[in-house]
């Protein structure tokens, strides 16, 4: 974690092609992981920062999340429910542990065929809802991993069954390729229809066994690479525009809604940074966003809550799938501009590697769009809400540390200056850490394996599917002093960088790299890039901030209530 400029890397997504047949066409001249783009090495943070306010903000139902602290008791077998049928279990054998932990069997069960899913379901969504649909089970249990099912289960999975992991210790399991498969896992129990994708399996869907893992991965390392020179001025141009529009919501309502503008002005920065073309002035005008969301709501409504009735929610988005057609001219108009942009050099590495023009183009749509832009939506409001109740002191030590490195290197927002931030690079992986943009991971054990929480050890059958919920996992009392709470400064130093291998965020450790070998996020140090390039552009052009927070189906819902211009 050296270098201050974005690098090539011969790998993250990897291996073995699994055909599948294409059923639909999108074009008649050819028809990202978990995450968005590349590697951008990340200097140690070395300054001491301790941030202690609290600002005046107004909160409206902020809490995403209990802040109850995550305790994990002394295991017991004896606190398991008995009312539901217990999974069958072979005897455990003898088996050796790394601190010769005990071994124990993982409580829980799946309940009865059927019914069991059902009631899990409406527990998770409905009756208790996400966050103490796990914490009442580790109370239970008195265990961070135990067995249950997850949504969306009958009509659309086939198997919800899943072994639970909510600590920081058994969660890094999900990243050991040599013990868990990743093939058709993005999304968890269920696979969208290949519809959606033209006919074929995503990048993210790919196990690093599949060769067309490699090609396609190598395929973005190399967009990543070929483009890095535009990422910097691009957000800067765009992101000038975003604040200018909100400055002028703000004095004509005294209020600005910032999804509505970050959704058209982050899918502009990457249509311009990505391939050099504005959106607006193509066919596509301004549709892009409201298109993505439309597609992506197909392949997510089974795992998602709108905040809908539950009897119009359950039939509607999770017991049958909602049919491709309804995106199917809208996918196209996202195709023929993705075709026309990525045209020249970047679809002809894509031949170069052995990927069709067709195949480059949808998986360059998933790329963009699922994966960074709508990292984007999560993220950037997430983020905001975190920096706005830290408080007045947080934002003058922001924004005395962003304008003094920006002076010192002759005005300008460089790779360079924003490795000598700190602080900007602390409340960056803090708010990647306190609330991941990408909360669920799955995958499937490759043979008999043993799985360790900070007291047991579980036995884990070859075929099992394991399902970590990360934002439990990052924020493991054994692991973080003040776990569940915004710290400014966590990262910074020599004992906090120690701390950034437990930042989990990009399907990784963040302090290692993607490569074609694994499934960490292609993308990663290009997120960690303009997640603080945002922060920088916030904190160069104000003092302050004032937001209303609310809670949305994903992230968070943010309202400026002021913006105070910068005054030195």
């Not at 999975?157 to 868990?180: A, H, M, W």
């Not at 990457?270 to 596509?284: D, R, Y």
């Not at 298109?291 to 049958?320: A, D, M, Y």
């Not at 909360?439 to 399902?467: C, P, R, T, W």
Request: proline share 7%; aromatic share 10%; net charge positive.
């Amino acid at each position: 974690m050296a270098s201050s400029s974005l690098t090539s890397v011969a790998s993250p997504f990897l291996q073995t092609e699994f055909r599948s047949k294409r059923t639909a066409k999108f074009h008649t001249r050819c028809s990202i992981s978990k995450c968005p783009f590349t590697p951008l090495s990340v200097a140690p943070l070395k300054a001491s920062v301790s941030n202690t306010n609290t600002c005046p903000i107004t909160t409206n139902s902020v809490s995403d999340t209990d802040t109850t602290p995550i305790t994990t008791p002394v295991s017991s077998d004896t606190d398991t429910d008995t009312t539901q049928t217990p999974v069958q279990q072979e005897p455990l054998p003898q088996l050796e542990t790394t601190k010769n932990l005990p071994l124990r069997r993982i409580p829980g069960d799946y309940g009865l065929p059927f019914v069991g899913p059902i009631k899990d379901r409406l527990d998770y969504f409905y009756n208790e809802g996400r966050d103490k649909f796990f914490r009442t089970r580790i109370h239970k249990y008195k265990s961070t991993v135990f067995r249950a099912n997850m949504p969306p289960g009958p009509f659309i999975s086939s198997n919800p069954n899943v072994i639970v992991l909510l600590d920081g210790k058994s969660f890094p399991i999900l990243f050991d390729n040599s013990k868990i498969e990743k093939r058709d896992l993005f999304t968890g129990t269920f696979m969208p229809s290949l519809e959606l994708t033209g006919g074929y399996r995503i990048l993210s869907y790919l196990d690093p066994s599949e060769p067309k893992h490699d090609q396609l991965k190598r395929f973005l390392f190399f967009l990543l690479k070929f483009r890095s020179s535009h990422f910097i001025p691009e957000f800067r141009s765009s992101y000038t525009k975003l604040f200018d529009t909100l400055e002028k919501d703000l004095e004509k309502s005294g209020k600005a809604v910032f999804a509505d503008v970050n959704d058209q002005e982050a899918f502009n920065y990457l249509s311009k940074a990505f391939f050099g073309v504005n959106p607006s002035e193509t066919s596509l005008k301004t549709d892009g966003p409201s298109i993505v969301t439309k597609w992506t709501l197909l392949q997510l409504g089974p795992i998602l809550t709108l905040g809908l009735p539950k009897c119009i929610e359950e039939p509607l988005l999770h017991t049958v799938r909602l049919p491709p057609a309804l995106v199917k001219k809208d996918y196209q108009r996202l195709y023929d501009f993705f075709y026309e942009a990525s045209s020249g050099s970047i679809l002809a590495e894509a031949v170069r590697l052995g990927v069709s023009k067709e195949e480059a183009v949808h998986n360059l749509i998933f790329a963009t769009c699922f994966n960074t832009f709508g990292g984007m939506k999560i993220l950037f409001p997430n983020m905001l809400k975190w920096i706005g109740r830290a408080g007045v002191n947080l934002h003058a030590k922001l924004a005395r540390e962003i304008r003094s490195v920006v002076k010192s290197n002759g005005g300008k927002v460089t790779m360079a200056g924003l490795e000598q931030m700190p602080l900007v690079k602390s409340v960056v992986y803090e708010s990647f850490r306190i609330e991941p943009p990408v909360s669920l991971q799955y995958g499937k054990a490759k043979h008999d394996l043993v799985i360790e929480n900070h007291e047991n050890a579980f036995e884990v059958k070859e075929g099992e599917m394991l399902f970590g919920f990360q934002p439990f996992a990052t924020k493991d009392s054994k692991i973080f002093d003040r776990a569940e709470e915004f710290v400014a400064d966590r990262f910074i130093g020599e004992e906090g960088e120690k701390l950034l291998k437990h930042v989990l965020w990009s399907n990784g450790p963040e302090t290692e790299q993607p490569t074609v070998g694994n499934k960490q996020c292609a993308g990663k140090d290009f997120v960690v890039l303009f997640s603080r390039l945002l922060v920088v552009e916030l904190f160069l052009r104000y003092d302050t901030f004032g937001i209303n927070v609310e809670k949305a189906p994903i992230g968070s819902a943010i309202t400026f209530s002021s913006l105070k211009r910068a005054t030195y």
